[in-house]
């Protein structure tokens, strides 16, 4: 079993910050591949970004690189989403989430945090 736990969503202007946080917890967490994904109101949940604990391995999808980049702390079992510039088109809910091997199909996900909400102004 994975346990995840997100914080850090928040209201903020369009070309602000914000950073996202996973807290991970269980025996074998090192062993899953992490990801962040996102959905909007109305639209289906969205592939964001996926990391190795590592950080040798990384892919974000095209409407975050170069804006979004992800870390973590290994000591903390920790996944962090640096936001910057963000657009009223990236307002969602944000989940964090844990599969046995690094992919960008949700299905795929075997456990998944609450979720945080994220709103940006326009």
């Known amino acids: 079993q994975v346990q995840l736990v997100e914080s850090g969503g928040g209201l903020v202007q369009a070309g602000g910050s914000l950073r996202l946080s996973c807290a991970a917890s269980g025996r074998t967490v090192s062993d899953y591949g992490m990801g962040w994904f996102r959905q909007a109101p109305g639209k289906e949940r969205e592939f964001v970004v996926s990391a190795n604990w590592s950080g040798s391995r990384i892919d974000y999808a095209d409407s975050v690189k170069g804006r979004f980049t992800v870390s973590r702390d290994n000591a903390k079992s920790t996944l962090y989403l640096q936001m910057n510039s963000l657009k009223p088109e990236d307002t969602a809910v944000y989940y964090c989430?844990?599969?046995?091997?690094?992919?960008?199909?949700?299905?795929?996900?075997?456990?998944w945090g609450q979720g945080t909400q994220v709103t940006v102004s326009s």
């Open positions: 989430a844990a599969a046995p091997t690094l992919r960008r199909a949700s299905g795929g996900y075997a456990y």
